[in-house]
């Protein structure tokens, strides 16, 4: 990300590069293709009219068609022929030809006009799975050589996810990636640009940018903002389209445009890094083409690949009204990235493994979040320890254990005692521990230690917002770490009112990447009012963040009660809530939880007050 820094009287210009990602999915059988069981039926006709809440949409093969319900309708275009809204019955896409239409395959080489359009010139299957379910069938087409099966589903309040599943039966992409086209062909609309959530190239500005392209093929694809992939081709590629970018990022992966007081938003999963690509006359003289593009680098032959995107068609009152509409939407394409083994733990039969000595001891009792690593077959794990009171000093714990379950505290407790220390967390980085941890008045703090026994403190952390002037005096606590790629991550709260991302090449000066939060509290009543995160992970390609949070208790004669949950993220910025958290039941109250690997599976800990272990719902070791 591009960060302008200000310091106050001199310009800087800093760039922190947020770290890429590769993805390992076991995919699920969502088409025809790939499973069996579902059934479906080969109509007579070569479309099938589907109809939900307030839509209607029309799903065609790339047959010719010419009746009552599709006149004219041109061969080579398939996908959604019509679509329409109980508001507006007039078509929004070009007559006679297609939305959502499968226009390319390629791999960056110059081919025949016939090949690179092959999706329109191989047959197609129209199977019909049910009243709101219809699937686009292709063999494996005659010079690429690959299997499709586009579905069509319009879910319960009519917006249409279309899933691809896809397999490459035949080595015939000389570049080494799969490259594959949607058009989407707009019927006149009063404005032919789309709109997005972006930023310039080389500036520092996050905001809504207008995508206007003046002529077919200058400026018409935005990649994301951590999309770096560079696909070979040849210099005269034809389909211009393709490859040449525009000026700008997109931040989210989703768009919208606007026609006849209609909104058409198109919604992607991060995950399949969709690039966003448009033509002012893609179908004729003032109808735009509003199009996006999905590669396949590194392809193996007979592997199955899977896309899935989400089409809303509404009326149009506000750009805010259209983002707000599409919010769950989006967030339910991000958490399909939530695996089972991150998400559901049942409690250990002896918890708490862990707890305070209690009175007549210096750890009265423990608080705040703690820390465990796995190393050499041996749990270790940091904790505070303090007399009870509010006032107290709060100190470090030290245990160890074979298991995980059965600690042995360290006869040397407390191993720090010269500073306060609470909330920590450490990471291990060419053989040094980093311990990040609330100070006194929860200022955050680093101490270093080459064992993990002895610790040294650096001192407070130098946190400055975006422009370089220091962050508003107050608390900077909960600090979480993460190192990637040279540069160091560091996310921190604010009375729990929010969660700020800064980032260091040095651990002296930590710039905010922006200055507002990049996760709130809300809406749902797990952490409705405050939030603090805990942990960052990545798996299988994702960045996940523990974290914990809280509905303030009306009754202030009783305490709150806490409760941790999982978010997800591509970016570390853009951040999606798993839609069935918390974890654990919020009556537990169990917070600061942390995600540690056994050497099989994830256990969840949760460590306030005491420490309990959760294992994966399969069950408990050796069951």
């Known amino acids: ?254 768009y919208y445009g606007v026609s006849h007081q209609m909104s058409l938003a198109f919604m992607f999963r991060p995950q399949d890094k969709i690039r966003l690509t448009q033509s002012p006359s893609g179908g004729g003289k003032g109808n735009p083409a509003w199009d996006f ?44 990235n939530f695996p089972a083994e991150l998400v559901h733990f049942t409690p250990a039969k002896c918890n708490p493994v862990f707890t305070a000595q209690g009175e007549g001891h210096w750890d009265v009792k423990i608080r705040e979040r703690g820390w465990i690593m796995r190393e050499n077959n041996q749990y270790r794990m940091w904790y505070t320890g303090y007399d009870g009171t509010r006032e107290g000093q709060k100190m470090l714990g030290y245990a160890t254990s074979k298991d995980g379950l059965k600690w042995t505290p360290s006869p040397e407790n407390p191993i720090y005692r010269e500073h306060w220390i609470e909330d920590m967390m450490i990471v291990k980085q060419d053989g040094v521990y980093y311990m990040f941890a609330e100070g006194v008045k929860d200022q955050a703090q680093l101490l270093t230690s080459n064992d993990g026994l002895k610790w040294k403190r650096v001192g407070p952390l130098d946190i400055r917002k975006a422009n370089g002037c220091p962050i508003k005096a107050g608390p900077r606590g909960t600090p979480v770490a993460w190192y990637e790629d040279g540069i160091w991550y560091l996310f921190y709260e604010r009375y729990d009112a929010g969660i700020w991302l800064a980032a260091s090449k040095n651990m002296k000066v930590w710039t905010n990447v922006q200055d507002e939060p990049v996760m709130l509290p809300g809406p749902d009543k797990a952490d409705r009012d405050l939030i603090a995160m805990n942990q960052i992970i990545k798996y299988k390609g994702h960045y996940y963040a523990l974290y914990h949070g809280t509905a303030s208790n009306p009754d202030k004669t009783k305490p709150n009660l806490w409760s941790t949950s999982i978010a997800v993220s591509d970016d570390l910025i853009h951040w999606q809530k798993y839609k069935k958290n918390p974890l654990q039941p919020i009556s537990e109250n169990k917070s600061s939880g942390i995600l540690i690997h056994d050497g099989k599976n994830f256990r969840l800990y949760t460590m306030h007050g005491k420490v309990d272990v959760h294992f994966p719902i399969k069950g408990e070791p050796g069951q």
């Open 293 to 336: 593009q999905y590669f396949i680098p590194g392809y193996k032959i007979n592997q199955r690949y899977q896309m899935v995107m989400r089409a809303m068609y509404l009326p149009y009152e506000s750009q805010s009204q259209i983002e707000k509409a599409v919010k769950p939407y989006r967030f339910d394409l991000a958490t399909d």
């Open 1 to 254: 990300m591009f960060v302008f820094k200000t310091y106050c009287q001199w310009l800087v210009l800093t760039v922190f590069v947020l770290p890429c990602n590769t993805f390992a999915e076991q995919l699920p059988k969502l088409t025809t293709l790939s499973n069996a069981n579902i059934k479906y039926t080969v109509p007579a006709k070569h479309y099938v009219v589907l109809r939900r809440g307030d839509i209607e949409a029309i799903i065609v093969d790339n047959s010719a068609i010419n009746d009552d319900v599709l006149p004219k309708h041109r061969a080579g275009y398939s996908g959604v022929v019509s679509l329409t809204h109980t508001k507006q019955k007039r078509n929004i896409f070009v007559p006679g030809i297609a939305g959502l239409n499968f226009e390319h395959i390629h791999d960056g080489t110059t081919q025949d006009r016939n090949i690179l359009f092959e999706p329109r010139k191989a047959a197609m299957e129209l199977r019909v799975v049910n009243d709101h379910v219809a699937e686009l069938y292709q063999a494996a087409t005659p010079h690429w050589g690959l299997e499709s099966s586009l579905r069509y589903e319009l879910l319960d309040d009519g917006v249409i996810e279309m899933t691809l599943e896809c397999i490459p039966r035949r080595d015939t992409f000389k570049n080494g990636y799969i490259g594959l086209f949607w058009a989407s062909y707009i019927h006149q609309p009063e404005s032919l640009d789309i709109h997005f959530k972006g930023i310039k190239n080389g500036g520092n500005k996050i905001g809504w940018v207008r995508g206007i392209t003046p002529k077919h093929g200058t400026l018409p694809t935005h990649v994301g903002i951590k999309d770096q992939r560079l696909f070979k081709h040849d210099k005269e590629f034809p389909l211009s389209l393709a490859f040449n970018r525009s000026e700008y990022q997109f931040t989210q992966p989703w």
